[in-house]
């Protein structure tokens, strides 16, 4: 799995709250779970599209690493259920 790199679709930006109850920064959080083929040379950057064909550069490059993780699913366990379903079906092929 060294040629995958894990890519999340985000919702949009909501506000977040400051811990002193006043609006902090924006936040934004996974709505799908993509995979993509890695950029040729380049074992962090992503081509131009995911698995299932979206485009990635909208997307945000998460830090799991599947290479990292033996054993373990090609996305972070946390994320199971927001997984892209077309991606999911290419990697296990």
């Known amino acids: 799995m060294s040629g995958i790199v894990v890519v ?4 949009k930006p909501k506000a977040a709250r400051a811990s002193s109850g006043t609006q902090g920064g924006e936040e934004q959080s996974v709505r799908k779970v993509h995979a993509a083929p890695a ?4 074992s962090s950057s992503t081509g131009p599209r995911t698995f299932c064909g979206k485009d990635t550069f909208a997307m945000r490059t998460a830090s799991w690493r599947p290479a990292e993780h033996p ?4 996305y972070s366990p946390q994320y ?3 997984v892209c379903p077309d991606c999911d079906a290419v990697i296990e092929t």
């Not at 054993?71 to 090609?74: E, L, R, S, T, V």
């Open 71 to 74: 054993g373990a699913p090609w």
């Open 80 to 82: 199971a259920s927001v």
């Open 8 to 11: 999340y679709e985000l919702d």
């Open 39 to 42: 950029a040729p040379g380049m």
